[in-house]
């Protein structure tokens, strides 16, 4: 499985983004994909997570009420739509994949996101 995560960018504070993340491969249904973040000097954060069939979706205390996670499973895509950016939200944003919701095997390169103060 190859991951494509895409959106990344720079925008002002209160604004949004949506992330993609593209996979190869024709099992995107058979594996929960999840977010996560990173920002220099700390270690990888849980974001957002979704089931195989999208009906569970877990989110980190910090991104609740403005973050969504959704797939298209016909488009082997996961999307990671972010609203009412702040400024914490900074990080490079990655997608993964796995066999169980938080144990991830496939990971996609990254996309960067910067919220403007």
């Known amino acids: 499985v190859q991951l494509q995560a895409s959106g990344g960018g720079l925008v002002q504070a209160g604004g949004s983004l949506r992330l993609s993340c593209a996979a190869s491969?024709?099992?995107?249904?058979?594996?929960?994909m999840g977010w996560l973040r990173q920002t220099p000097g700390k270690e990888r954060e849980f974001v957002a997570a979704?089931?195989?069939?999208?009906?569970?979706?877990d989110y980190a205390d910090s991104v609740k009420g403005r973050f969504t996670v959704s797939r298209d499973n016909a488009k082997n895509t996961a999307y990671l739509q972010m609203n009412t950016l702040k400024p914490e939200d900074t990080a490079v944003y990655y997608c993964?994949?796995?066999?169980?919701?938080?144990?991830?095997?496939?990971w996609g390169q990254g996309t960067q996101v910067t919220v403007s103060s």
């Open positions: 491969g024709r099992t995107f249904s058979s594996y929960d």
């Open positions: 993964a994949s796995g066999r169980r919701l938080y144990e991830y095997d496939y």
């Open positions: 979704i089931s195989k069939g999208g009906g569970t979706t």
